[in-house]
């Protein structure tokens, strides 16, 4: 059983900042991408950053210099940092976990709940 649980999230101003934080947890070998996946209403999923276990990094182009996503990997742990948040980056954001369950069962990926980001004057 593996979960994946966010944190953060919120209502902020334009301009404002907000961190989002993930952790995964229970039985698995190894987690090779984390990520972060956004959806507003009306519209579908889309990759807002992902990270993989080398550290490697790859960015929406909407959100490029103004998201920093990081990862622990001893922790399972991943972490996104937004900026100069915009009223168009409301939505709900889920973290993602490509989780190696065993060598034979190989990879599976897993999403947390949810949590909302809401930027509004």
């Known amino acids: 059983q593996v979960h994946v649980v966010e944190s953060g999230g919120g209502s902020v101003q334009p301009g404002g900042s907000l961190r989002l934080s993930c952790a995964a947890s229970g039985t698995f070998s190894d987690i090779n991408f984390m990520g972060w996946y956004r959806q507003a209403p009306g519209k579908q999923r889309e990759l807002v950053a992902t990270?993989?276990?080398?550290?490697?990094?790859n960015y929406a182009d909407s959100v490029k210099g103004r998201a920093a996503i990081s990862r622990d990997n001893a922790k399972n742990t991943v972490s996104l940092q937004m900026n100069s948040l915009k009223p168009e980056d409301t939505a709900a954001y889920y973290c993602?976990?490509?989780?190696?369950?065993?060598?034979?069962?190989?990879?599976?990926?897993?999403w947390g709940q949810g949590t909302q980001v809401t930027v509004s004057s």
């Open positions: 990270i993989s276990s080398a550290g490697n990094t």
């Open positions: 993602n976990a490509e989780v190696m369950i065993s060598s034979i069962l190989g990879y599976k990926n897993y």
